[in-house]
């Protein structure tokens, strides 16, 4: 018991302190796995910065695997910084469309204001996105860009894709994630999204003029490639091309990941279903007709800038 008194003075004791505050409720799309998860990822993303520039980081990981590239080739650089956003559950596509966005308004796109479209349009529930189609049309609504459905795989659209990234458009890629966020083949399991944004290409020597690129200082061997002009743009057949690599950013990770073009392609062709661990966990997902397969096997979506013309009669 305590008496109040201390040596003949009054103790008078503080008040207690307030309770605390309620926890905040966990956002509609977490379950506790997914929060633990989400807790390790974001916890490396936040001790971590982001590195910038167009070809800073691609130098590096090129430059950490130099081994691996045939010096009978002649290597090309061409990539368009885009910036890092980590997500917060099951939110990979989305996360990545607003990446995207970096090379289509100049500016941000806010991630709340997406996933709430994508809600309201029936395309989500906790942020998921199994539907390619279903991308290319929000992406165009939320970005005010023109995109591009493609299908038939990324090789059966080499040319095209390729192009695109070196007009500094982004290319939306659906893969298997691996634990260190390489493509990988799980049957669709670990179906994820990323943003291409450059590649890295291996021609035939000779193939191309010393006035179409220019060494980097760094690493001589390696030819940076600024001019983004149609002109300029590395048709498959007249470059000789040998080999391909594209740099592509995605919501677990604030680093650039360098992928064999054959493993992104391997990765996106084979996704068949959803995990079935997560198909039977409770939680609401959607899913279209046909499910993983049919939304996002083979399929890549092209995000366009829209011309002032365009843009014009798209306000009409």
Same mark, same amino acid.
């Given at each position: ?18 309770? @605390? ?8 799309? #977490? ?9 390790? *990822? ?10 910038? +520039? ?13 081994? #691996?590239?045939?010096? =009978? ?15 917060? +559950? ?10 995207? !966005? ?39 609504? &939320?970005?005010? /860009?023109?995109?591009?459905? %493609? ?6 659209? !080499? ?11 982004? &290319?939306?890629? @659906? $893969? =298997? ?10 049957? +669709? ?13 291996? &021609? ?5 003029? #010393? ?12 030819? %940076? ?7 300029? /743009? ?10 391909? *690599? ?9 680093? *650039? ?6 493993? &992104? !392609?391997?990765?996106?062709?084979? %996704? ?12 609401? $997902? ?9 939304? %996002?096997? +083979? ?18």
């Amino acid at each position: 018991m305590i008496s109040g008194k201390m040596s003949g003075s009054s103790m008078h004791l503080p008040p207690p302190p307030p309770p @605390p505050p309620p926890a905040s409720p966990a956002p509609p799309w #977490s379950t506790d796995n997914n929060s633990k998860k989400k807790k390790l *990822y974001q916890t490396i993303g936040l001790s971590r910065s982001p590195i910038v +520039g167009d070809n800073t980081e691609p130098l590096m990981l090129i430059r950490q695997r130099e081994n #691996s590239f045939s010096a =009978d080739l002649h290597w090309i650089l061409m990539n368009t910084y885009v910036p890092s956003l980590i997500q917060d +559950g099951p939110q990979c596509g989305l996360v990545a469309l607003c990446t995207a !966005a970096h090379l289509l308004r100049h500016g941000a796109v806010d991630l709340d204001a997406v996933v709430q479209t994508a809600r309201s349009r029936g395309f989500t529930v906790q942020g998921e996105m199994f539907s390619a189609c279903n991308m290319a049309l929000l992406a165009e609504e &939320v970005c005010g /860009c023109k995109a591009e459905l %493609l299908s038939g795989g990324l090789s059966g659209n !080499a040319s095209r894709i390729i192009a695109h990234l070196w007009a500094r458009q982004p &290319v939306l890629i @659906p $893969y =298997d994630e691996d634990y260190n966020h390489e493509p990988c083949q799980r049957g +669709g399991h670990r179906a994820h999204w990323a943003v291409a944004s450059g590649v890295l290409i291996g &021609v035939r020597p000779g193939s191309v003029s #010393s006035e179409q690129t220019r060494p980097d200082p760094t690493l001589p061997w390696i030819h %940076l490639h600024g001019d983004s002009s149609s002109s300029c /743009c590395p048709a498959v057949g007249s470059w000789s091309l040998r080999d391909v *690599y594209i740099l592509a950013k995605q919501g677990k990770s604030l680093r *650039y990941q360098l992928w064999g073009w054959d493993s &992104v !392609a391997r990765s996106n062709e084979q %996704l068949k279903a959803m995990d079935p661990q997560r198909s039977s966990d409770g939680t609401t $997902y959607v899913v279209p007709e046909g499910g993983v397969e049919a939304g %996002l096997a +083979g399929q890549a979506v092209l995000l366009h800038t829209r011309t002032p013309s365009e843009e014009a009669q798209r306000t009409i």
